[in-house]
C-alpha cells in the first residue's frame, strides 16, 4: 500500500496516460467474499458458455463491465507475457531483467517471491497495516505488527542498485500484473511480465481487459467443474474483479460505500474496499441467484443518454463507442499469462439483455469445448486478437439507451412473429409465395408456442400468485431459520466459551490448592527451622556467658599478677636506688612503662653483676 501511494504520486500522468491509474488506485485495498456466496455462485456458472444459468436468464461479466469495474483498458496493444531476445529489449525492461537476475544470485534463490521484490525497492518501513473491516484472526495479526517497525522482508538486504524513473515504475507494474491483476500459482514475479510493465512505463496503451477477463473465464471454469463441489478447487486467478462485478448486479449480497467516500477517477471496486460482505447461508445464497427480482440488469450499462438510442456505423468511431462494439461482437478472448496459452469463448450475444437488447432464443451450437482451449499456439493467439480488435468493418450497429431493459424472449418473439405475419399478408400477393412464407413461419412459430403452452399448462396447474407468496414465505422463513441458526451458532459459541472457562476456574483451583499444600509444607519447615533457630540461640547465648565468665576471671588472674609484679619491682627499684651509679632511675622510671623499666634494670643488673 505504501509503494502503491507512492507510485500514484509520482507517476499519475504517465498511468492516466495509458488508462490504468484507477486500475493501480484500488490494488492497494482488500477485498472480502463469502465461502457461501461463492459456492453458490460457482454451483450455477456454466463454463461452456462462460455464463452464469440465472434464474432470470444467463449474464456474465462483459468486457465493458471488467473496465468500469476494475479500470482495466479494452483498446490498445495486446497483452502477452514472452521473454524476448536482447535486440528486442526495451531500456526498462532490461533494467529489470539485470536486477531479477542480480536478486537471484544474492539470495540464492530461483524465484523472486513478492516480499523480497517489494523490499527492494521499497526500503522504508511499514506504515499502514490494515483497512477497512477484518476478522478477528485478522486483528490479531495487525495488532501483532504494529509493535514494532516492519520491514516488508525480514531477510539480508541487496545493495540499491541504480534504476531510472521509467525503470522504477516498471518494477511497479511487474508487481502489480504478477500479484493483483494476472496471479499465478507461484507468489513470485514473473520475468515475462517485464516487456508488457516497460511498455506501460514509457506511456504505450496495452489492451488488459481481454486477457484478464479470459483468465477469470479459465479460473471460474476450474471451479465450477470441480468433482467434489463447485467452488471446491483452489484456482488461482483475479477474484476481486469478480467481487466487483457480483457487487453490482446482485447489491443485496455486498454493502457499498457511499460516492462521496470514494474518489471519482477510480473505477467502481473502490466502493467495496475493506467491507466483509453479507454473512449469508447457502440456501440464502442459491435463492438470491435464482430468483430474478434481486438482479439489476443495467447496473453497468454504455452511458447513452438519448431517449430512443442511435444508430452507429463502425467507421472512425470514437474510444466509448469502440469499446461499445468491442464489447457486444462475440470473439475469442487470447490469454497468454506465464507457459499458459489459453482461448476462452465470449458469447454476449446470450446475455445481451446486459446492453440493453431483447433478449431472443438461443441456438445450441458451443462446439468449442473445454479441452479445445487449453495448449494453443501462438498464432491462434495472435488471430484471436486481431480478430476482436478489428475496427472500421462499416457495420452498422444500435446502442441502446441506457435506461432500457430488454424485453423477455417469449413475449418479443410471438409479438414480432404476429408482425411479419401481418406483413406478408398485406405485401404478397402471389400464392405460391405465400404459401412458403406461412409454411416457414409456422414452423418457427410452432416452436415458439411449444413453449409458450407448456408455460400455460404449469399456470394452469399452479397459481402463481400462491407459488410467488411460498417463495416470500419461504425467503422468510429461510432468514428466520438463518438468524435463528446464527443465534444458536451464537449460544453454542457462548457455551464453549463458559466450558473453557470452566475449565480454566478448575485448573486455577487445583493450583490455589496446590499452593496451600506448598505453604503448609514451607510454614512446617519455618516452625522447625524456628525453633532450631532458638535453641541455637540459647546455646550461643549460654556460650557467650560462660566466655564472659572465663574472660573476666582470666582479667582478675592477671590484675592480681600485675599487682605482685608492679610491687616486686617497687622493691626492687628502692634497693636499686640507694645506689650512687642509679641516681638517674627515679626520674627514668617516671617515663617509662613498667615492662621497659623492668627491661632496662635487669640489663643494669646483668651489665654490673
Given amino acids: 500500500m505504501e509503494w502503491t501511494k507512492r507510485v500514484l504520486t509520482r507517476f499519475e500522468e504517465t498511468l492516466k496516460q495509458v488508462g490504468i491509474f484507477g486500475a493501480v488506485g484500488v490494488s492497494q485495498f482488500p477485498y472480502h467474499f463469502d465461502a457461501n456466496v461463492w459456492r453458490a455462485f460457482c454451483e450455477l456458472w456454466g463454463p461452456l458458455t462462460n455464463t452464469l444459468h440465472h434464474g432470470a436468464g444467463e449474464v456474465s461479466i462483459s468486457l465493458y463491465d ?56 521499497y526500503r522504508e518501513y511499514l506504515v499502514y497495516f490494515a483497512y477497512g473491516e477484518q476478522t478477528d484472526s485478522e486483528k490479531e495479526k495487525v495488532e501483532t505488527k504494529k509493535k514494532s517497525p516492519v520491514r516488508i522482508s525480514c531477510q539480508k538486504r541487496m545493495t540499491d542498485l541504480y534504476i531510472t524513473a521509467e525503470g522504477e515504475l516498471a518494477a511497479f507494474l511487474a508487481f502489480w500484473l504478477s500479484c493483483f491483476v494476472l496471479p499465478h500459482d507461484k507468489e513470485a514475479i514473473r520475468p515475462e511480465t517485464f516487456v508488457m510493465a516497460a511498455l506501460m512505463a514509457s506511456g504505450q496503451r496495452v489492451s488488459l481487459a481481454p486477457t484478464v477477463l479470459g483468465y477469470i473465464y479459465h479460473g471460474l471454469g476450474d471451479a465450477a467443474n470441480n468433482p467434489d463441489y463447485p467452488g471446491k478447487a483452489n484456482t488461482i486467478f483475479t477474484i476481486h474483479y469478480v467481487i466487483g462485478w457480483l457487487a453490482l448486479l446482485f447489491p443485496c449480497l455486498y454493502r457499498r460505500r457511499l460516492n462521496s467516500d470514494c474518489p471519482d477517477d477510480f473505477p467502481t471496486l473502490i466502493c467495496y474496499t475493506g467491507l466483509l460482505g453479507s454473512k449469508l447461508s447457502l440456501p440464502q445464497a442459491r435463492h438470491i441467484f435464482r430468483d430474478g427480482r434481486y438482479l439489476s440488469l443495467r447496473a453497468s450499462s454504455y452511458r447513452e443518454d438519448s431517449r430512443n438510442g442511435r444508430d452507429v456505423i463502425d467507421m472512425g468511431l ?10 457486444i461482437r462475440s470473439a475469442v478472448l487470447p490469454v497468454r499469462v506465464g507457459a499458459e496459452l489459453i482461448l476462452e469463448p465470449y458469447y454476449p450475444n446470450r446475455f445481451a439483455r446486459q446492453f440493453g437488447f431483447d433478449q431472443g432464443v438461443l441456438p445450441n451450437r458451443l462446439s468449442f469445448i473445454r479441452a479445445l482451449r487449453q495448449q494453443r499456439s501462438t498464432m491462434d493467439l495472435a488471430q484471436a486478437h486481431a480478430d476482436l480488435q478489428r475496427q472500421d468493418t462499416g457495420v452498422k450497429f444500435y446502442v441502446p439507451p441506457s435506461y432500457y431493459e430488454g424485453e423477455d424472449w417469449v413475449q418479443e418473439s410471438i409479438l414480432k ?193
Fill in 318 to 327: 470514437s474510444k466509448e463507442d469502440s469499446k461499445f462494439v468491442l464489447s
Fill in 417 to 609: 412473429g404476429v408482425e411479419v405475419i401481418i406483413d406478408i399478408i398485406s405485401n404478397h400477393s402471389s400464392a405460391r409465395e405465400f404459401t412458403i412464407e406461412i409454411c416457414w413461419l409456422s414452423s418457427k412459430i410452432e416452436e415458439i408456442f411449444d413453449v409458450v403452452e407448456t408455460v400455460v399448462k404449469i399456470e394452469d396447474l399452479v397459481d402463481i400468485n400462491q407459488v410467488k407468496v411460498l417463495s416470500d414465505q419461504d425467503l422468510t422463513c429461510s432468514f428466520e431459520i438463518t438468524h435463528i441458526e446464527d443465534q444458536l451458532n451464537n449460544l453454542s459459541n457462548e457455551v464453549s466459551k463458559l466450558k473453557v472457562k470452566e475449565q480454566e476456574v478448575l485448573r486455577e483451583e487445583e493450583r490455589i490448592c496446590k499452593m496451600r499444600e506448598d505453604l503448609n509444607i514451607q510454614q512446617q519447615v519455618l516452625l522447625e527451622a524456628e525453633d532450631k533457630l532458638i535453641s541455637s540461640l540459647d546455646l550461643k547465648k549460654k556460650e557467650a556467658e560462660q566466655v564472659k565468665a572465663d574472660l573476666a576471671e582470666a582479667r582478675f588472674s592477671k590484675l592480681q599478677d600485675l599487682e605482685k609484679e608492679k610491687n616486686h619491682l617497687k622493691s626492687l627499684i628502692g634497693s636499686v636506688a640507694s645506689l650512687p651509679s642509679l641516681h638517674f632511675v627515679a626520674p627514668i622510671a617516671n617515663r617509662y612503662s613498667i615492662r621497659a623499666l623492668r627491661a632496662s634494670l635487669m640489663y643494669w643488673v646483668v651489665k654490673n653483676s
Fill in 66 to 121: 471488467l473496465e468500469r469495474v476494475g479500470g482495466l483498458p479494452i483498446l490498445g496493444d495486446i497483452y502477452e507475457e514472452f521473454l524476448p531476445q536482447n535486440k528486442d529489449l526495451v531500456s526498462a525492461a532490461a533494467e529489470l531483467l539485470h536486477i531479477h537476475a542480480e536478486l537471484c544470485e544474492f539470495h540464492k534463490a530461483k524465484y523472486i517471491y513478492y516480499d523480497l521484490w517489494l523490499d527492494h525497492f
